[in-house]
């Protein structure tokens, strides 16, 4: 089941599944969580990357053109994915950036990763937005075809210079 993200109900089980999520997979990793500061590079976090991540839960939260669903499963309400995603008007017409999107492994090929993503879809097209944006990290293979099943298509690369 799908729902609004509720701060004082779920910010701990969020940071928590975050936190499963790419400890296990450091594909996970792109450029993203390199600028937040959640790793240092794409197979390391940083010591307190749950902290950095509690902030950028935050601020997402607090954003009010920015929207968090949680899935969760019927039968003992485990918190098992979720997608932050929102709209920005600093391009030549309005899009919409899908953030983040996570599915605990046990969960997957079940539709949760499927129902969350169509739920930001139909969200930007209410809005008439016609382009949605995400980031994925560069190995996270399994990601990419995900997302190609949905009509993405990669347009660019990132590339940093550690210096």
Sequence with gaps: MIRPFNLQQDKERLCDLFATLIEHHKAYISH?????????D???LTPNFKEVWHQYLERQYTDP????????TD??????????????DDGAAPYGVIYDLGVLPEFREKGAGSQLIRTALD????QRVESCYLESGVNNHSAHHFFEQFGFRQVSCVFRNKL
Excluded: K
């Design 32 to 40: 993203g969580e390199l600028q937040m500061g959640i790793a240092t």
């Design 42 to 44: 794409s197979n390391t």
């Design 65 to 72: 053109q920015t929207s968090i669903r949680v899935w969760e």
């Design 75 to 88: 039968e003992n309400g485990t918190l098992a994915g979720f997608i932050i995603f929102g709209t920005r």
């Design 123 to 126: 969200c930007f097209r209410e």
